[in-house]
């Protein structure tokens, strides 16, 4: 089976690759077949995972396979939020938002701050204008901190502190597709495509 993933993110392919391989799932980035980033111009997660999903579902054939994902945090009443990717401006590196989000923490005299990754799949089986999408969220609880650690990862993993292990995403490696928002809700992937299988 093939499935079409609705991103430009190099690290998100390959959390995802990972993840598919055992299920005999063959992933298609949307970069391989030329189709452009959708405008992300929704209010929430949901909103922009269904326009990333349509978007690319109306170049191909295949299922489509697109997910929004953000950190929230506390302090910052939510943000960086669904501009996770833009927080500090178009065109901004990962490290201009680490920046920008370190900067804001300080600025409240806070260096240690409640904060949670969200995660929304949107899977479209019936192209473009499938009239119901499926979704799956997970959420990933922790905090985010004004120092950087880690060698792994990528986004916001390495100030974000897993709040069971007290170590930052980007040194959790291969723990991290068991605790993360992504992984969660990719193991509710998993179990809708079984019970499929079984129906």
Known sequence: MQLLLATHNSGKVAEFAEFFAPLDIKLVPQSTLDISEAIEDGIGFVDNALIKARHAAQHTDLPVLADDSGLIIDALG??????SARYAGVGCSMDDNINKVIANLKDLGVEKARARFYCVLVLLEQGS????????????????VTYRSG????????IFIDQDTGRSAAALFAEKM???HR?????????YYQAKKTA
């Open 151 to 158: 060698q792994g990862g990528f986004g916001y993993d390495p």
């Open 183 to 191: 992984g969660q809700a990719l193991q509710k992937l998993q179990q």
């Open 129 to 144: 204008k499938d009239p119901v999408p499926r979704i799956f969220d997970g959420a990933w609880e922790g905090h985010v």
């Open 78 to 83: 939510g943000a960086p939020g669904v501009i």
């Open 178 to 180: 068991l605790c993360s």
